[in-house]
Each structure stands twice: as C-alpha cells, then as structure tokens.
C-alpha cells in the first residue's frame, strides 16, 4: 500500500532530479540573421509585457543577462542547480535543418569545470 515504506533523504535509493534547460540565451549567427545582430532569448524577456494588475514586467534576472555559452557562467548556473537538488540538466534545442544551436552546451556547459 503506498505511503507504508516512505523513501527518506537517508535511504539509500534516491530519485534523480533533472531540469529543462533551454539554452537560446547566447548569440548565434543563425538567429542573428533572423532577428538581428546580437539577439537572443533575452530580447524577449527584455519586452515582456504586464497581463494582468500586479504582473511586474519586465523582470530583470538576478544574475544578469548572462550568456550561457561561457563555461563561469555555465558554472555558477551548475553549482545553483546542485545547490538545490537538481542532479542533471536536460538540454533543449532547435535543429534547423542543419547544426543545433550548441552554444550553451558545446560551450558552456561542456567547458565548464563542474559539469559531472
């Protein structure tokens, strides 16, 4: 019956915790040649609009619009991550007919210090 046995953070099997990562905030010429020079998703969240009273927009990101494409940056963004239980990231991207856009993982993420 469930709830008879429950999995505490001392039991030795644990479920592993993986997050999203969608990495578009970085510049890459593919998407500059769609939207202009130096864009990223930033842009978007630079011209976030309120919808409804109270709905604070645009927000600023603690940490700056950061590009996720340099390793320290990817870095910190690890260490975050595995600061509040999150044991892996699951990366997100667009193909395009060609190449992905790998900024945020070939770059960041794999040349980061901390990526195991």
Partial sequence: MAGENPITPNDESR??????????????????????????????????????ENHNQPRVPEWGYEDESDPKVMARKIDAAADHGIDAFIFDWYWYNGPFLQGGLDEGFLGADNND
Avoid: C, I, N, Q
């Fill in 15 to 52: 479920y592993t915790v993986a997050a999203y990562y969608f990495p578009s905030y970085h510049p890459d010429p593919r998407r500059e040649a769609m939207y202009g020079e130096g864009w990223t998703e930033w842009e978007l969240v630079k011209k976030a609009k309120a919808r409804f």
